[in-house]
């Protein structure tokens, strides 16, 4: 799967502000440390690397950053069960491995086709906003 690219401050501004949203310093570092190591990190993860370029931030602006990213469609939330909330970069169609044993997550290309056929097996009548595809296991030895 070919990684999403990392938009520029512009471009990031256009995005925030089609949603009614400014741009701001802590925006940008948070997004630029989501795209930058792509490994499905939760609020607590990207408050660690954040804070290491921007000190005096606190952990309640990097919620509020990620929520203003996904609800901006710059970034997607992944959920596995009762873990925490995990955030992803990559917009394009595809698919997560969650490895059971380290907590990692991956990105897992598609087939192409595949989505639209998962989509007509949805019972008559009813079309699907979203879908979401997880696989759960180990690495094999």
Do not use: W
Not at 6 to 16: E, R, T, W
Not at 29 to 44: E, I, M
Not at 93 to 101: L, M, R, S
Request: charged share 20%; proline share 9%.
């Amino acid at each position: 799967m070919e990684p999403t690219a990392q938009i520029s401050p512009a471009a990031l501004s256009q995005k925030l502000a089609g949603s009614g949203l400014r741009n701001t310093p802590q925006r940008e570092v948070v997004y630029s440390v989501l795209v930058g190591k792509r490994d499905h990190p939760t609020a607590d993860e990207v408050f660690a690397r954040v804070k290491a370029e921007m000190p005096t931030i606190s952990l309640a602006t990097v919620y509020n950053c990620l929520e203003a990213l996904v609800q901006c469609n710059l970034v997607r939330q992944v959920n596995f069960e009762r873990g925490p909330t995990r955030y992803c970069p990559n917009l394009h169609p595809h698919a997560h491995f969650h490895d059971e044993a380290t907590g990692s997550t991956h990105d897992i290309d598609l087939p192409p086709g595949l989505l639209e056929q998962l989509r007509a097996q949805l019972p008559s009548g009813y079309r699907a906003s979203d879908v979401e595809i997880t696989f759960r296991g180990r690495a094999t030895p």
